[in-house]
C-alpha cells in the first residue's frame, strides 16, 4: 500500500511538472560601430543560482533570436561572437508574461573598447568541441567533500545511479580517465568515487576510438563511451583520502581507506577494503575487480579484460582485499609508465538447496538436491604498461601482466530422485575437496610507425601468454539405485584422489599495414602466426589395500598434448567522405590442430579454415546523431574441453564426455542502431536492432538412462539454424524543473535446439519489456530516481508442447536523498520485484528490499560523517533462480546476506594545492 501511495504521489509531481508554463525570450543584435544587424551570434540564457545552461540558439539572417524554453526567475543572458566583446545582462523572466522583448542589443568589436570596461563573463558551463561535450566543473555548485560523482549528476545529460554506474547520453560509460590515463586499470568508480570534485578543472565526454584506429587515423567502428576528468594544476601536488569503519548486528561489518598523493606528472595511490557485508570490492563492475587479464586484438591492439567475480550474492562472503598504483611521464611526456598491484581474499560459506524436474520423451524425474559448500580464493596481480615515443612518428609499448591464484573448495552433496511423484529411483551423497594454484604471465611488445606518406603507418605485434595450474583433491561418493518397486539394484562407491595439471604456452605476432589508396579511400592489411602449446594430465587414483591413493583408473583418466599452428591474413576497404564512412573485407586463418594421446600413443590431426567476413557503414548527421549498420561472420572452433576423448566422474549422476569428431560452427549477425542526442535539452533516442544465426552450431546431446545418470556430449546440428534477435528503443528528455524523463521498449527472443536421449527439442523464448524512468537532482536540496518496468516473457518447448511457461513481470526501482538542516542527510533505495506463476512453477514470486541511511556530517569542512544504514529493513531478500528452458525446470534457493544494521565513522582527509613541483 505504501508503493502505491509511493507511485501516485510521484505521478502526481511529474504531472504537475510537465504543466508548468514556458516562457519566451526574444530581441536582435546589431553592431555599435555600423549599426548592422549581427547574424550567427551565440545567444545563451543562464540560471543565475548555479550557472547551469538553460537554453541556446543563435541569430538568424535578420539578426533576431527567440527562446522558447524558459521558466520564470532570474537569468544571465550570454551573447558572443568572434572579435566582439561578450555581452552579458542579467533578467528577470516575469511569471505572469509569456513573452520578453529585450529589444536591440549592442555588441562592441574589441579594437573599439580601449579604455572602455570589457564586459567579463562567467566560462560557458557547457562546450562542444568536436566530437567532444566538455563541461566547466566551475560553473556547478559543489560543497566540500564533494566528489567526482557528485560533480557528474549535475551535468546535462549524464545519470549516476546508487551503485555509481554512469550512463551519458544514454550510454553506459565504461571508462574514466584521469589526465587521459587509467587510473586503476579499469574501473571507472576508482576516481569517481574517491576523487574530490573541487580538485576538477574540465570534464569531457567522449567516444574513445580503439587504439588502432587512434594510431591509423582509419575509423574501424570500435568506440567506447569515455569521461576525462581534467585537474586543476594547482590542485596536481598533494595528497587526499579517506578512512571509514563500522560495525553491526550479527557480526557484520566492513572497513575501507584509500589515499592518492599527486605531484606535478606523478600519481600514487592506494586502497585496502575488507568486510562480511557483500562489499567485495570498491566498483559496480564486479568482473574487473579482482584484477585484468591483458589480451592482444588481432589487428595487433591491446585490450584490457577483466576477470570473473567469485562471488554472485550466493552464500556469506569474508571479503580483503587492496591495491597499489603508480604512473608517471618524463622527458616531455615522451616516456610514460603506469602500474598495478591488487590483492584479494574471499572466502564464501554458503548452503542451497535445488529443485529439477527433468522432461524426457520416457517421462518425468524429480529430483531434490542440498549443498553445503565453503570458496577460499586468494589472488595476487601486477602490470605495468611502459610507452616511449622514439620520434614524432614511431611508438614502442611494452606490458607486462602477472598473477598468481590459489583456491581451497570443500562442498557435500545430498540427492534423491523419483519417477514422477512417486517411485525412488536413485540417492546420492558426494563430497568433493579440491586445493589448487594458477600461474599466469604475459608480455607483448607493440612497435608503431608512422611512414612519409600520410595515412601510410605500419605496426608490429609480439606476444607471449603463459598459464599454469594445478589441483589436486578429494572425491568421495555413494548412489544407490532403485526399481520400480522401490527395492534398492546397486550401489555405486567412488572413493578417489583427482589430480590436474595443465599447461598452456602461446606465441604471437602480428604485422599491420595501412595504406590511403585516395582521399577517401584506405586499405588496412594484415598477417598474424600463433603458435600454441598445451597439456592437461588429470589423473584419477582409487585407494589400495594399503590404504594408499596409487591406483589408477584408466577410465577417468587421461593426458593430452596439444600443438596448433595459426596463420591469419586480412585486408579491410576503408572509405570515409564527409559524413559517411564504410568498411568491408574478411580475415582468413588456417588452424593446424594435433593432439596427442600419452596413454595410448594416438595422434589427432585436424585441419580448419576460419571466415571472417565483416562490413560497417556509419552516417553522422550531425556531432550528435548518427546511424550504423553492422554485419559480421565468425567461424567458431569447438574447445578444447569439447573434443577431447575424455570421462570425467566428479558428479557421478552427470557424466560429461568429448566429441573428437565436432566441426566449426558459422554465425552471422547484424546489427543496426541510431543514436541522437541533443544537448540543450538532453534529449537522446537510441534504437538498437540485432538479429543472428548459426550454421552446424555446437549443442549438447543428453542421455539419461532409466537409471537417471546422465551422459552430456557436445554434437553438430546438421539441418537446424539457431537464432536470436533483439530490438530496443530508448527515449529520454530533460523537461520543466530539470526533470529527467526516459522510456524504454524491448523485444528479444530465441530459438534453441537440444538432443534429449536422442529426440530433437525446439525450445523458443520471448521477452517483453517496457520502462518509465523520473528523475531529479539539486545539489545539496534533494535527488531522486524512480524507475517501473513491466514485462511478458514466453518460453516453449517441442517435448513439452502442451506445458505454459508464459509470465507476467514486473521491476520497480526507487531511490532519494534528503539534505537537511544541521548538517543531516536522509536517503532510502527501494526494489520491488514480480514474477507470476506458471506451470512450471506454481507460486507467484514477489519481493520488496528497502534500504535505508541516516548520516551526519561534522565541521566546517564536513571531513567528519557518522553514519547509521539499515539493508533490507523487510527481511525479503529471499535467495532464488528459477529457470524453465530446453527440458529442465530448475528452482535454486541459497542463503544470502539480510537484513542488517550498522554504524560507519567516514573521516575524509584533504591537502591539496600550492604550486605544482616537477
Request: glycine share 8%.
Amino acid at each position: 500500500m505504501k508503493l502505491t501511495y509511493l507511485i501516485i504521489f510521484c505521478v502526481f509531481v511529474s504531472t504537475s511538472l510537465f504543466g508548468q508554463q514556458r516562457h519566451t525570450l526574444k530581441g536582435s543584435v546589431i553592431d555599435t560601430a555600423s549599426n548592422v544587424k549581427m547574424v550567427n551570434v551565440s545567444v545563451s540564457v543562464i540560471a543565475a543560482r548555479d550557472s547551469i545552461l538553460i537554453d541556446f540558439g543563435r541569430t538568424n539572417a535578420s539578426g533576431e533570436f527567440q527562446l522558447n524554453k524558459l521558466k520564470p526567475g532570474k537569468a544571465i543572458l550570454l551573447l558572443t561572437y568572434p572579435g566582439y566583446a561578450d555581452y552579458v545582462e542579467q533578467i528577470q523572466i516575469d511569471s505572469l508574461k509569456e513573452m520578453k522583448d529585450l529589444g536591440s542589443l549592442k555588441m562592441i568589436l574589441k579594437a573599439n573598447l580601449l579604455a572602455e570596461v570589457i564586459v567579463k563573463a562567467k566560462a560557458a558551463a557547457v562546450k562542444i568541441k568536436g566530437d567532444t561535450t566538455e563541461f566547466n566543473a566551475g560553473s556547478f555548485e559543489i560543497q566540500p567533500n564533494s566528489r567526482v560523482e557528485d560533480l557528474l549528476k549535475q551535468f546535462p545529460g549524464i545519470q549516476v545511479d546508487k551503485d555509481g554506474k554512469i550512463t551519458a547520453q544514454g550510454e553506459t560509460v565504461n571508462k574514466v580517465l584521469v589526465d587521459g590515463e587509467e587510473f586503476f586499470g579499469d574501473d571507472p568508480t576508482l576516481v569517481t568515487k574517491n576523487i574530490r570534485a573541487d580538485m576538477v578543472d574540465k570534464v569531457q565526454l567522449y567516444d574513445k576510438k580503439s587504439d588502432q584506429a587512434t594510431f591509423t587515423g582509419i575509423d574501424d567502428g570500435e568506440k567506447t563511451k569515455t569521461l576525462n576528468i581534467k585537474l586543476k594544476e594547482d590542485k596536481k601536488s598533494g595528497y587526499f583520502g579517506k578512512v571509514e569503519t563500522g560495525g553491526g548486528n550479527d557480526d557484520f561489518y566492513r572497513g575501507q581507506a584509500m589515499i592518492n598523493v599527486f605531484k606535478g606528472k606523478k600519481k600514487f595511490a592506494a586502497y585496502g577494503l575488507g568486510g562480511n557485508d557483500g562489499t567485495v570490492s570498491l566498483g559496480w563492475e564486479d568482473a574487473s575487480k579482482y584484477g585484468s587479464g591483458t589480451q592482444v586484438s588481432a589487428d595487433g591492439g591491446i585490450y584490457i579484460s577483466g576477470e570473473r567475480s567469485d562471488y554472485n550474492g550466493q552464500g556469506i562472503p569474508i571479503s580483503r582485499n587492496g591495491g597499489l598504483h603508480y604512473d608517471t611521464k618524463w622527458n616531455s611526456d615522451k616516456h610514460s609508465v603506469n602500474t598495478n598491484y591488487k590483492i584479494s581474499h574471499l572466502e564464501v560459506d554458503g548452503n542451497s538447496s535445488t529443485i529439477t524436474q527433468n522432461n524426457l520423451p520416457t517421462g518425468i524425474i524429480n529430483s531434490n538436491a542440498a549443498r553445503d559448500y565453503t570458496n577460499v580464493t586468494f589472488r595476487q596481480k601486477v602490470d605495468a604498461t611502459y610507452e616511449v615515443k622514439l620520434d614524432s612518428s614511431t611508438t614502442l609499448k611494452l606490458i607486462v601482466d602477472g598473477g598468481v591464484s590459489e583456491m581451497e573448495n570443500r562442498e557435500a552433496n545430498v540427492t534423491e530422485s523419483y519417477r514422477g511423484v512417486d517411485t525412488l529411483l536413485n540417492t546420492g551423497v558426494r563430497r568433493n575437496s579440491n586445493e589448487g594454484k594458477e600461474e599466469q604471465f604475459f608480455a607483448s611488445a607493440l612497435y608503431t610507425k608512422k611512414l612519409k606518406k600520410a595515412g601510410r603507418t605500419i605496426s608490429v605485434l609480439a606476444s607471449q601468454n603463459l598459464r599454469q595450474n594445478e589441483t589436486s583433491g578429494y572425491l568421495n561418493s555413494v548412489n544407490e539405485f532403485f526399481n520400480r518397486n522401490g527395492s534398492q539394484d546397486s550401489v555405486q562407491n567412488i572413493d578417489q584422489l583427482k589430480q590436474n595439471d595443465s599447461k598452456n604456452s602461446s606465441f604471437r605476432t602480428n604485422l599491420t599495414y595501412t595504406e590511403p589508396l585516395s582521399t577517401v579511400f584506405s586499405l588496412v592489411m594484415n598477417y598474424g602466426l600463433t603458435l600454441s602449446a598445451s597439456s592437461a594430465d588429470r589423473r584419477s587414483y582409487n585407494m589400495s589395500a594399503g590404504g594408499q591413493y596409487n591406483l589408477l583408473d584408466t577410465v577417468f583418466s587421461n593426458n593430452f598434448e596439444v600443438d596448433e599452428t595459426h596463420h591469419q591474413g586480412g585486408a579491410i576497404l576503408n572509405y570515409k567522405k564527409d559524413k559517411a564512412t564504410f568498411n568491408f573485407g574478411s580475415k582468413v586463418s588456417t588452424v593446424d590442430f594435433r593432439q596427442k594421446d600419452i596413454y595410448d600413443g594416438q595422434t589427432y590431426s585436424r585441419n580448419f579454415i576460419n571466415w571472417n567476413p565483416q562490413a560497417t557503414y556509419q552516417y553522422r548527421f550531425s556531432q550528435q546523431r548518427s546511424l550504423r549498420l553492422n554485419y559480421s561472420g565468425n567461424t567458431s572452433q569447438p574447445s578444447l574441453s569439447q573434443i577431447q576423448p575424455i570421462r570425467v566422474n566428479d558428479d557421478p549422476l552427470n557424466i560429461v564426455v568429448g566429441n573428437p569428431n565436432l566441426k566449426p560452427s558459422y554465425r552471422s549477425r547484424f546489427d543496426l542502431s541510431y543514436n541522437s542526442y541533443k544537448v540543450m535539452s538532453e534529449q537522446y533516442i537510441y534504437l538498437y536492432s540485432s538479429y543472428s544465426f548459426t550454421s552446424n552450431q555446437i549443442v549438447q546431446n543428453t542421455t539419461t538412462d532409466s537409471a537417471g545418470k546422465s551422459v552430456y556430449q557436445a554434437v553438430n546440428l546438421s539441418d537446424k539454424q539457431p537464432s536470436n534477435m533483439n530490438l530496443s528503443a530508448y527515449y529520454g528528455q530533460k523537461v520543466i524543473g530539470n526533470v529527467n524523463v526516459g522510456l524504454e521498449l524491448g523485444v528479444s527472443g530465441n530459438t534453441y535446439y537440444n538432443y534429449v536421449n536422442a529426440i530433437l527439442n525446439k525450445t523458443k523464448s520471448y521477452n517483453y519489456s517496457g520502462g518509465l524512468r523520473i528523475s531529479h537532482f539539486k545539489q545539496k536540496k534533494y535527488e531522486f530516481s524512480l524507475s517501473f518496468r513491466p514485462g511478458y516473457s514466453t518460453n516453449e518447448s517441442s517435448l513439452q508442447p502442451d506445458v505454459d511457461n508464459n509470465g507476467f513481470l514486473f521491476n520497480s526501482f526507487a531511490d532519494f536523498a534528503v539534505y537537511l538542516p544541521g548538517k543531516f542527510q536522509i536517503s532510502s533505495s527501494s526494489r520491488y520485484e514480480f514474477r507470476e506463476k506458471t506451470q512450471s512453477f506454481n507460486e507467484d514470486f514477489e519481493r520488496m528490499i528497502i534500504d535505508a541511511r541516516i548520516e551526519k556530517k561534522f565541521f566546517k569542512s564536513e571531513a567528519l560523517r557518522l553514519a547509521f544504514r539499515g539493508n533490507d529493513l523487510l527481511n525479503q531478500n529471499q535467495g532464488i533462480d528459477r529457470s524453465a528452458n530446453n527440458n529442465m525446470v530448475i528452482e535454486n534457493r541459497f542463503n544470502t546476506i539480510k537484513r542488517n544494521f550498522m554504524i560507519s565513522a567516514i573521516w575524509d582527509f584533504n591537502k591539496m594545492g600550492g604550486g605544482v613541483k616537477k
